[in-house]
Nanobody, 116 residues
Framework: VQLQASGGGLVQAGGSLRLSCAAS????????MGWYRQAPGKQRSFVAL???????KYADSANDRFTISRDNAKNTLYLQMNSLKPEDTAVYYC???????????WGQGTPVTVSS
């Protein structure tokens, strides 16, 4: 499975963006898919994930502002980001995880810049 993230860009604080992560193969087999981000000078950190069953989990910083979803028919993962803040500025990466055998696929990042 190859993952291709897109949808990043420059937005003003308070604005919204929707990130997409298109998979070259079926995402149905992936146990979970998620978004991570890496701000300049910082380590990559968890943002949100969604399991095959639709269970979602968010970082505290994303709760109530971001929504993760997946469309298995389109083999695409989404991250709807609302009420963006300058501290959300980062390169956003999508991933897909298998449990058996354990493996994680990563997409290339898409940059998000939030201006104040």
């Amino acid at each position: 499975v190859q993952l291709q993230a897109s949808g990043g860009g420059l937005v003003q604080a308070g604005g919204s963006l929707r990130l997409s992560c298109a998979a070259s193969g079926s995402i149905f087999s992936l146990n979970s898919m998620g978004w991570y981000r890496q701000a300049p000078g910082k380590q990559r950190s968890f943002v949100a994930l969604i399991t095959t069953d639709g269970v979602t989990k968010y970082a505290d910083s994303a709760n109530d502002r971001f929504t993760i979803s997946r469309d298995n028919a389109k083999n695409t993962l989404y991250l709807q980001m609302n009420s963006l803040k300058p501290e959300d500025t980062a390169v956003y990466y999508c991933n897909g995880a298998l449990l058996k055998p354990p493996y994680v696929y990563w997409g290339q990042g898409t940059p998000v810049t939030v201006s104040s």
